[in-house]
């Protein structure tokens, strides 16, 4: 077995997606061999005396953008995945390998299983929070090195695809990437001002599960930012069955995991939720060793806990692209619906939207997800309006988000549907107070490498109301 699966690990990236990882991902995903105890038999150990020392246990995580090829934390970073990845070409199925590692991943996301999945509701923030945190542990122990931390990738200052991630034998690099060295994030994925202003925790990092039978509600900074970088990178990364085998996931869910810290840092009433259900929750990993352990929501609150900080927890200086408004390109595989608001309200929504003082949002009601990742963007105006027409009542900017799929499609155990919102920002007001029915368009996104989908995006209801009437 070793003989032939080392050839097709060896052999181009994208055939061994296809032909080997997600068999791989099952084997491991369904098998104990990922449960299974197992000791380190790599104890590669370089000399690294340049590495800042730990406070009190405590790494600090850095932006992997701004770093020099030759510094010290991404020199360990590099030698420690490399250590991982061997040990899942030696024998694919390694308990302590990469693609061990990469299992996990596609066992709590990719999965059609009700209770299993952690995307699209709350236990998101948390669980990816503890992936990264194992994964850390086991790249301290693959090199003995535990000042070894994880890094960032802070694409609102660097909206590409760092060098670090580029290179032929860079184990930090991923053949299947479909966004260029030079490609550039389009700023609007980046919106970062009006994920931080998200007031309630949820609609910030998504609601509780309610039922099998009830959709998914999906917090802001999964569907767009998080999303939408997925899938802008393209290969491993937009599928959630191989996303973490492309090492760069652990630099984009550093930033996620950032967003986290960040927000509640904004403001004293931007709180974690409380209920027992979120605290007590508890996720099944394995720790460094490959050996099964679990852990609580409320043990992963506090990173210092966990063993790390944020080098910075700074937005602020949002690259000059945020908060900006494209327009809209028009065409056949736009989705046009008419917007549910309650009328006796309007003049106030319009109030709020020009003061501030109330949170306005677009719920998008149950999108069926599809087969294949869509980027969306969303567009409000008077209904009847061509999307081209650019006067004050025409389509004026909403969102942009991306539908990330799950599961296979002849194993649909859930019905998957989700649930999004988005705010409405202050420059629609005068759309809001002209009393006329309006109407959303959604229109899909060119992302690189990948045709135009005409895929039709199913929602049922498009509805715009205020924040706080929500729950
Ligand atoms: Cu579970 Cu960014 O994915």
Same mark, same amino acid.
């Given at each position: 077995m070793d003989q032939k699966n080392n050839k097709k690990i060896q052999s181009s990236r994208r055939n061994f997606i296809k032909s080997t990882s997600l068999s791989t991902l099952t084997a491991l995903a369904s098998g104990q061999a990922l449960l299974a105890s197992c000791g380190s038999e790599n104890k590669e150990k370089t000399s690294r005396s340049a590495l800042p020392s730990t406070a009190g246990g405590v790494v600090t995580r850095r932006d992997i953008s701004q770093l020099k090829p030759d510094d010290p934390s991404l020199m360990a970073l590099k030698d420690a995945v490399g250590v991982l990845r061997k040990r899942s070409e030696r024998m694919s199925l390694a308990p302590d390998g990469w693609f061990a590692y990469a299992t996990l991943h596609n066992m709590f996301c990719f999965t059609n299983s009700y209770s299993r999945q952690v995307h699209f509701?709350? &236990?998101?923030?948390?669980?990816?929070?503890?992936?990264?945190?194992?994964?850390e542990k086991k790249?301290?122990?693959?090199?003995?090195?535990?000042?070894?931390? &994880?890094?960032?990738w802070d694409w609102t200052k660097y909206p590409r695809i760092p060098e670090a991630y580029w290179g032929k034998d860079n184990p930090l690099s991923d053949s299947t990437r479909l966004a260029s060295r030079e490609d550039h994030i389009p700023d609007d994925y980046m919106n970062m001002d009006s994920h931080l202003r998200t007031p309630s925790f949820k609609g910030f990092g998504g609601f509780p599960k309610i039922s099998p039978t009830k959709p998914f509600g999906e917090g802001v900074v999964e569907q767009s930012v998080h999303n939408s970088i997925h899938n802008w990178i393209g290969g491993n990364m937009d599928n959630f069955a191989t996303a973490a085998i492309d090492p760069i996931f652990s630099g984009h869910h550093g930033n996620v995991d950032r967003i986290w810290d960040s927000w509640l840092a904004q403001s004293p009433a931007h709180k974690n939720p409380i209920d027992e259900e979120f605290l007590n929750y508890s996720f099944d990993f394995t720790n460094e060793w490959g050996k099964p352990t679990n852990i609580q929501v409320k043990d992963l609150l506090d990173t210092k806990k966990l063993g790390y900080q944020f080098e910075s927890l700074d937005f602020s200086k949002m690259y000059e692209g945020a908060g900006v408004r494209p327009s809209p390109k028009g065409g056949m595989a736009c989705l046009t619906k008419d917007v549910n608001l309650e009328e006796s309200k309007r003049q106030e929504m319009a109030d709020a939207l020009k003061n501030g003082y109330r949170r306005v949002i677009l719920v998008m009601d149950r999108f069926k997800l599809p087969f294949i990742p869509i980027c969306?963007?969303?567009f409000l105006s008077v209904k009847g309006k061509s999307l081209t027409e650019t006067d004050t009542l025409g389509a004026q900017y909403v969102t942009t988000a991306t539908i990330l799929p799950v599961g296979v499609p002849d194993t649909a155990l859930v019905e998957k549907n989700i649930i999004m919102q988005a705010e409405v920002g202050p420059h629609l007001a005068a759309l809001m107070a002209c009393g006329q029915p309006l109407q959303a368009t959604v229109e899909p996104v060119k992302v690189p490498g990948r045709p135009l989908t005409t895929t039709a995006v199913e929602i049922k209801h498009i509805n715009i109301e205020f924040d706080d009437e929500k729950e």
């Open positions: 509701t709350w &236990l998101f923030f948390p669980w990816h929070r503890a992936y990264l945190h194992f994964l790249l301290q122990a693959a090199i003995q090195e535990p000042s070894l931390a &994880l890094h960032y969306i963007r969303v």
